[in-house]
């Protein structure tokens, strides 16, 4: 069975950082361009950033460019999302998939919210 499952969400202040955690069952992440999505509250899913396969770099949407970064750990079938400097326009659902055309069935998501 197909599972992705994020975590590492919550509620941090303006400034603050998180790291968000995908881990995948019965899909193989190895050699996928792994991707994050975030939705805001009333808005279309958005893409965050894509790493390539381990050591092939990575790409940021212009908004999280020099605060989010990327990476993943193949034996663990992991991908990771550190994000610094979180502002309130970054709250939002987090998901994370393979890239296009290879991308399955999504996740819950794990939800980070920026207040005071």
């Known amino acids: 069975q197909v599972q992705i499952v994020e975590s590492g969400g919550g509620l941090v202040q303006p400034g603050g950082s998180l790291r968000l955690s995908c881990i995948g069952s019965g899909v193989t992440f190895t050699r996928y361009a792994m991707t994050w999505y975030r939705q805001a509250p009333g808005k279309g899913r958005e893409l965050v950033a894509t790493?390539?396969?381990?050591?092939?770099?990575?790409n940021y949407a212009e908004s999280v460019k020099g605060r989010f970064t990327i990476s993943r750990d193949d034996p663990k079938n992991t991908v990771y999302l550190e994000m610094n400097s979180l502002q309130p326009e970054d709250t939002a659902v987090y998901y994370c998939?393979?890239?296009?055309?290879?991308?399955?069935?999504w996740g819950q998501g794990t939800q980070v919210t920026v207040s005071l």
């Open positions: 998939n393979r890239a296009e055309p290879f991308r399955v069935h």
């Open positions: 790493a390539f396969g381990t050591g092939r770099g990575a």
